[in-house]
């Protein structure tokens, strides 16, 4: 191998940290939001031609509208449960009856189909969902001296909240997929905007822990790292996710109601290349209903309807819909609740996020003006930051992609009544923080318990001091999502180049070296490659990171290399930086389709 000068003496000077070294602030390199490499140029969102809709819901209504070019008397519509296939079920079938109705009708089921028939022609059907009252009861304790006293549930009548829980916030957590902390800048500014009004606070270094959707997901909701998975989860998809400690169990478990509302649809989190759950996870639990809404999508006559819309309208039109029927049903039944919210349509590649950004607002909006957020903790924030793309800019695409953005908001109540937690948190805002770091944040709302830590941490309670110098290995970040180099310095030479991309894809063709139906990769181009420098108090690391593309296919891939010796290895995981679409569809691994060309 032939090395330029300037390479041997910056690799002769890497290694690792000794105990007594510690490293100082992480430093994050200001970038422009505006940059020409990546603005995007989508058209605002179209669905199909609205319809006429024949059919309104009410909260816990369905009714006729009235329409003049029709005889309503005419008119014979019925609507079919939605219904469990076994109690508790994830999955659900439609009932073999339609019950029929005149005007208007209450409905006691979460999701029912609406058909309506007109001198003997179908001429409207459409989905509609439901946030039926969930009963919340505290739990038998074992020989207990004092009588059990059991109250049902009658027509809908609550029996009123436990009063240990009337101090208690409320908690929503909404994450969009993949829109980094500038791009949130770029386009949503009025959410932000409102954000601001709200005094929500900005997690300025809030950083991914891995680089796919899953881990960082799982670790907001479950605390466990990757490794960890085992003790509940097995990735050859055998088993479900039934058994893994999610937060919502834990609010659960202290009465809280519980939602779990997506609208990814056949690729949501849990259910996109796995098993997802056998039994329902939540109280509130919309996976059901939105692949209903799929199926409008995948219906041969709506082949033209862009995959951001459900039929005539976006699918976050539905998503912010069902949400606000859900908010204003816990309210109304005084019930506290926790709320995971994951939107892909919200920033779903065909549209410009910027025509999203006044109905994510006004969503903000009316949870404030409705009271929801007088007693409600939120969290706002990306799982990752945008993975695909067009960011032509590689220095600018590692940060875009390893730094999504997190603001958090507390009611005044919350903050006046615990002042120092207030002031932890707030000095928080420009630490190193992490989805771990959340995860034990909603373990103390949910507990009352603030500032502890629960058994294999992964994190820190925001209500704790985290210190200024907390490194990416400290928070769990490996390198190759780490934002917090001090110095990245072009590396020029032609030669050097292309042998550090032959590393990366020498790793990549060890990995597949089984796979018989993957084809060999070769380097196309090298597209970025740096020395990394990252600062210590007593010594300096360098590291190099390689972005190269490959042959057969249009994989783009993301490498970080160190000097072992008198040869080059791969950090950590090599990162996919672009779609794999169909090219990988001869396996069925998640992980092989990353890197696999058929």
């Not at 609507?79 to 009856?97: D, E, G, H, L």
């Not at 954000?195 to 891995?210: G, S, Y």
């Not at 998809?237 to 893994?244: A, G, M, V």
């Not at 997506?262 to 056998?278: R, T």
Request: include cysteine; charge should be positive; aromatic fraction near 14%.
């Amino acid at each position: 191998m032939i090395f330029g000068p300037s390479l041997i003496l910056l690799l002769n000077r890497t290694r690792t940290l000794r105990k007594e070294e510690v490293a100082i602030e992480c430093n994050i390199p200001v970038l422009n939001e505006f940059d020409s490499t990546v603005i995007s140029h989508h058209e605002k969102i179209k669905c199909k031609n609205p319809y006429i809709r024949l059919i309104k819901d009410d909260f816990e209504f369905i009714m006729t509208a009235d329409e003049p070019f029709l005889r309503m008397d005419k008119l014979n519509c019925c609507y079919t449960p939605y219904v469990q296939i076994w109690k508790n079920s994830s999955k659900r079938v439609f009932a073999s009856y339609c019950e029929r109705f005149n005007k208007k009708v209450k409905v006691w089921h979460d999701f029912v189909k609406v058909q309506c028939n007109y001198q003997g022609h179908v001429v409207y059907s459409d989905y509609v969902d439901f946030a039926l009252s969930k009963s919340k009861f505290p739990p038998l304790k074992k020989n207990s001296n004092k009588l059990n006293v059991i109250v049902f549930v009658l027509n809908g009548v609550k029996f009123p909240p436990l009063k240990k829980n009337s101090n208690k916030l409320n908690v929503i957590v909404f994450v969009l997929n993949g829109v980094s902390r500038i791009a949130m800048y770029r386009h949503f500014p009025e959410t932000k905007k409102y954000l601001e009004k709200l005094n929500a606070i900005e997690f300025t270094k809030f950083m991914r822990i891995d680089v796919d959707d899953f881990s960082n997901i799982m670790a907001l909701l479950t605390g466990l790292h990757k490794a960890n998975y085992y003790l509940c989860w097995s990735d050859d998809n055998s088993t479900f996710f039934d058994n893994c400690p999610f937060v919502w169990r834990t609010f659960s478990s202290k009465q809280f109601l519980t939602a779990f509302v997506e609208d990814a649809g056949l690729s949501d989190i849990f259910n996109h290349n796995k098993n997802g759950f056998n039994v329902q996870p939540v109280d509130y639990y919309w996976r059901p209903f939105n692949l209903l809404l799929e199926e409008i999508k995948l219906d041969p006559q709506n082949m033209e309807i862009p995959k951001a819309c459900a039929g005539d309208i976006p699918f976050y039109t539905r998503l912010f819909a069902y949400l606000k029927k859900c908010f204003k049903r816990m309210l109304k039944d005084r019930q506290k609740f926790f709320a995971f919210v994951r939107s892909v349509s919200l920033s779903n590649e065909d549209i410009l996020l910027t025509s999203v950004d006044e109905d994510l607002r006004d969503f903000f909006v009316e949870l404030n003006h409705t009271g929801v957020l007088k007693t409600t903790a939120m969290f706002f924030l990306s799982d990752r930051g945008a993975e695909y793309g067009n960011i032509t800019n590689m220095h600018q695409r590692f940060f875009e992609t390893n730094l999504p953005f997190m603001f958090a908001y507390l009611p005044a109540h919350f903050k006046n009544k615990y002042v120092s937690l207030y002031s932890n948190f707030k000095l928080n805002k420009d630490k190193v923080t992490t989805m771990f770091d959340i995860h034990e944040t909603l373990n103390d709302i949910a507990t009352s318990k603030f500032g502890n830590n629960y058994g294999f941490s992964n994190g820190t309670s925001l209500f704790r001091k985290i210190r200024s110098t907390r490194s990416c290995k400290d928070a769990g970040i490996p390198l190759t999502c780490c934002a917090c180099a001090q110095t990245y310095i072009p590396i020029e030479e032609y030669t050097l180049r292309f042998v550090l991309g032959q590393v990366i894809v020498n790793r990549i063709n060890e990995f597949l070296h089984s796979q018989t139906d993957c084809a060999n990769l070769n380097v196309n181009k090298v597209l970025d490659a740096r020395y990394i420098k990252y600062c210590f108090q007593n010594t300096h690391l360098y590291q190099l990171k390689v972005i190269v593309s490959t042959r057969p296919g249009t994989g783009v891939y993301e490498g970080i290399l160190k000097q072992i010796r008198d040869k080059y290895v791969v950090i950590g995981t090599v990162k996919r930086l672009s779609p794999y679409e169909k090219e990988s569809h001869c396996v069925k691994n998640t992980t092989l389709k990353l890197y696999c060309v058929c």
